[in-house]
Every structure is written in structure tokens, then in C-alpha cells.
């Protein structure tokens, strides 16, 4: 099962949609809830998957992807109102939209449209003279060709992880929706986005990923880009300290990384080359993440990764706790990050 709300509507709250949700007997708590940046018409229109014959079944499939792409997470409705009714927590969501192909079969619809309704208007208005009625014509139709083209060429695509959101991709297929990113709620409203990398960073934290792909600058060749299967070795630790009434969190995080960018004339072997990469990952990493906890805690002023729950040792009651407030201390908190990654190999090839 699968519950669709369009972003627009999420400025004004969904908490009376989502009590009423959680309270109904015929609504599964592990039915995924997606945010989507199209119209429900479009997103569920172009929900037609390649292999599966019933859409339903192809949404099955979230709790599988997310674990080996990190480019999305299996968010229910039951995990959506656990955090939501948390008052230290915050709620996230699939974020959806369409891809590049859907996107401009969509602006072509709308282009042919225009330009109908343009060359009908052209044509009532110069009815009087025949020959400036087929002229009118003719050339209204090569505007809306050139317009169509035009619109097409024009469009914005994203193609890096670091700004990829649902509805930026440049991906082609008959399957016209895509799922990339997270929705980030603060309380019932919606407060933001998260890039396909930024969703990385949160399902390492939160040891919910078996594995993804991330793109660095290559440290052996300059100006070349290497690709990285990432796979998690140890799960990761999350420790809070409170000093002076300032949050203090550490994330450390330990990856095992294979090469899948392989160039000409090096040995992947070599422990200098495999250090080389290991550091390059190592940095690109910690700044990704850097970033990503900011914009979290200070951006959205949002505890996602559920810090808190770190925190609740540091108190020896409930009121002690509540008297802390939580969520305004968040937003200034300090972040220690730790990224240990070991480069193996080259899967099969060790040589080129």
C-alpha cells in the first residue's frame, strides 16, 4: 500500500490527515508515505512499472532498494507517526516526482495546448481574409514546433548526487515517476528536502544501508572522476555529550570501499594506491557529512537522526529532560565526525 500527499499541501500541516490515517483499520502501519513535487494525476499516471505487473507490488520493493542505493529510505506511515507523535523526534518521508522523460512529455502536452489554443484565437480573429487565415496558420504551427524543441532543449537536469532531489534527474525510461531524496518534516509540516547523497549520510547514521555508490575526484589522475561501492563494515556510533548546556555529537563511521572507476596503467594492488583513495573517500565523506548535519539541526532545526535518544542519559528524570528543551538546544549543537574507510580491492581486476 502506498500513501501519496502532494508537497504543496504539506506547507499547511497533515497532521488531522495523518491521525485519521493511523486510526483507520483498513490502513497498514508499514504502507509507505511518499511527498510528491507533481501533481497526483501525473506522479500516479506514470507509476507503470518495467517488470512488475501490478504497481502495487513494485512499491514493495522500497524496503530492498533503499538498502542498496541509499538514494531513498522505507518510510511508513507507522514510522511517520512514531516520530511525528515523538515530541524530541522529527518525521521524514519518500520524496517522488517525475523523471526526465515524463517530465517532457508533460511539457510537450502543455506546449501543443498553448499553441492550439493560440493558433484557434489567430484564426477566429482574422476570419475575414482567407489567405491570412491559411498563412496564420501555418506559421503558428512552427512556432509551437520551435517552441516545443525550445522547451525541450531547456530543460534543467541534474546529474550529481549532491543536488539530486526527485524531479531534477536526467533519468530516461517508461517508467515515468522517480524516488530520490527525503522529505524532512518539522512537527506536521514540511521544512525541506535531502539530495541523494545527504539520504546516504542519514541511512549510514541511522545503520539502515547494505551498501551504495558514491562519485569523488580521483586522487590518482587529475581532473578525473572514481566511483566507489561503499559497503558498512561496523555499525555506526552515535555518542551525545552535554557540556555547559551545548550538545556535543560524535558519529563515527567505519566502510569497507571497492573501485569501480578503473583506469589505464595502475596497479590496484599497491597499498600506497588503495591508501590514496581511502584517504580521498575519507574527506569527501566528512565534508558530506559536515553538511548534512548542519542543514539537519541548523537549516531545519530537526532531529531526524534521533540524537536524542543518545542524550536521555545525561538526565536522571523526565522532568530534568523536558526542562532541557531538546529541540532549541539542536539547532546549536557541535558535530564530530569520524569516517574510517578501508579500500580493498578492484573487485576482479587488480591490474590495467
Known amino acids: 500500500m502506498l500513501l501519496f500527499f502532494l508537497k504543496n499541501l504539506q506547507k499547511n500541516g497533515i497532521s488531522t490527515e495523518i491521525y485519521s490515517l493511523i486510526n483507520n483499520e483498513e490502513i497498514r502501519p508499514s504502507a509507505n508515505i511518499v511527498i510528491s513535487k507533481c501533481s497526483a494525476y501525473d506522479y500516479l499516471n506514470n507509476s507503470i512499472p518495467n517488470i512488475e505487473k501490478m504497481t502495487v507490488k513494485y512499491y514493495d520493493t ?39 522523460t515524463a517530465r517532457k512529455e508533460n511539457e510537450s ?32 504551427g512552427s512556432e509551437t514546433i520551435n517552441s516545443q524543441e525550445s522547451s525541450l532543449e531547456d530543460t534543467n537536469v541534474i546529474t550529481n548526487p549532491e543536488e539530486l532531489t526527485a524531479g531534477t534527474s536526467s533519468v530516461m525510461g517508461n517508467r515515468g515517476t522517480e524516488n530520490i531524496g527525503i522529505a524532512v518534516f518539522k512537527e506536521d509540516k514540511l521544512c525541506g528536502e535531502l539530495t541523494a547523497t545527504e539520504s546516504i549520510c542519514h541511512l549510514l547514521i541511522g545503520n539502515a544501508i547494505d551498501s551504495c555508490i558514491i562519485t569523488i575526484d580521483s586522487p590518482l589522475i587529475e581532473n578525473k572522476k572514481m566511483e566507489l561501492q561503499l559497503i558498512p563494515s561496523k555499525k555506526s556510533k552515535i555518542s551525545v555529550d552535554i557540556k555547559d548546556n551545548k550538545i556535543y555529537a560524535s558519529v563515527n563511521i567505519k566502510l569497507d570501499a571497492d573501485i569501480l572507476t578503473l583506469e589505464d596503467g595502475i596497479n590496484y594492488e599497491e597499498t600506497e594506491t588503495l591508501n590514496k583513495v581511502s584517504i580521498a573517500a575519507e574527506e569527501y565523506l ?11 539541526s541548523k537549516e531545519y532545526e530537526t532531529d531526524i537522526d534521533h540524537f536524542c ?28 565526525v569520524h569516517i574510517d574507510v578501508n579500500t580493498i580491492s578492484s573487485l576482479l581486476v587488480t591490474k590495467t
Do not use: C, M, Q
Open 62 to 100: 522500497f524496503s530492498i532498494t533503499s538498502r542498496f542505493t541509499g538514494y531513498i529510505t522505507n518510510i511508513t506511515i507507522g514510522d511517520f507517526y512514531n516520530n511525528f507523535s515523538s515530541p524530541d523526534s522529527d518525521s521524514t518521508a519518500i520524496l517522488g516526482g517525475l523523471n526526465a
Open 286 to 296: 566528512k565534508s558530506e557529512f559536515n553538511d548534512y548535519l548542519n542543514k539537519i
Open 109 to 140: 502536452s502543455e506546449s501543443s495546448l498553448n499553441g492550439s489554443s493560440e493558433s484557434d484565437s489567430s484564426s477566429g480573429s482574422s476570419s475575414s481574409s482567407g489567405s491570412g487565415s491559411g498563412g496564420s496558420s501555418d506559421s503558428g
Open 309 to 336: 535518544v543518545k542524550a536521555l542519559s545525561h538526565f536522571v528524570t523526565n522532568s530534568e529532560w523536558e526542562s532541557f528543551n531538546w529541540k532549541e538546544k539542536f539547532k546549536n549543537a557541535e558535530f564530530d
